[in-house]
């Protein structure tokens, strides 16, 4: 299993990688799935900024 810290990991990769394919596209190649990829991953990181727990209480399981 994943730690919070892990999946937070992932998720800031995946921002990264959405970031630039929206950044690297030419105006006339438009598609709306870098920002849904985005938007994706910054809700993902929000909310497992919210259940973050620390990583002293993941490690005693």
Same mark, same amino acid.
């Given at each position: 299993?994943?730690?919070? #810290? ?25 598609? #709306? ?29």
């Amino acid at each position: 299993m994943l730690t919070a #810290l892990d999946r937070l990991t992932i998720y800031s990769v995946l921002c990264f990688i959405s970031f630039c394919a929206l950044v690297l596209r030419t105006p006339a190649d438009s598609s #709306l799935m870098p920002l849904f990829g985005l938007s994706a991953t910054i809700l993902g990181i929000w909310l497992e900024m919210r259940r973050w727990t620390g990583t002293s209480e993941e490690q005693k399981n």
